[in-house]
């Protein structure tokens, strides 16, 4: 079992920047491919973005290439996604979770998540 905590998120104006990380615990996430995902209120649980075990493969959605970037570090057995130039159209509960393999974009493929963080973003 992996337990998954994410912090980070807040209130923040468009433009700037927030970093979110996803901890975890119970077992080393050097193991795991790790994604990204958010949820808009009344939406579907939307893929961001992810990254394989080593970190040397990363995968984004189209609408954060070139703001988002998710990085980890194992040492820490922490994943991280940094924002910028945000928008308030990424308003969103921001979840990440781990699967035992490849980097996947559904949400149904991993099975491990964490609870949340609310990211606002404020025009």
């Known amino acids: 079992q992996v337990q998954l905590v994410e912090s980070g998120g807040g209130l923040v104006q468009a433009g700037g920047s927030l970093r979110l990380s996803c901890a975890a615990s119970?077992?080393?996430?050097?193991?795991?491919?790790v994604g990204w995902f958010r949820q808009a209120p009344g939406g579907g649980r939307e893929f961001a973005a992810a990254?394989?075990?080593?970190?040397?493969?990363?995968y984004y959605a189209d609408s954060v290439k070139g703001r988002f970037t998710i990085s980890r570090d194992n040492a820490k057995n922490t994943v991280y996604l940094q924002m910028n130039s945000l928008k308030p159209e990424d308003t969103a509960v921001y979840y990440c979770?781990?699967?035992?393999?490849?980097?996947?974009?559904?949400?149904?493929?991993?099975?491990?998540w964490g609870q949340g963080t609310q990211v606002t973003v404020s025009s």
């Open positions: 119970g077992r080393t996430l050097s193991g795991y491919a």
């Open positions: 979770a781990a699967r035992w393999d490849s980097i996947v974009t559904m949400s149904k493929s991993y099975d491990y």
């Open positions: 990254i394989n075990r080593s970190g040397a493969i990363t």
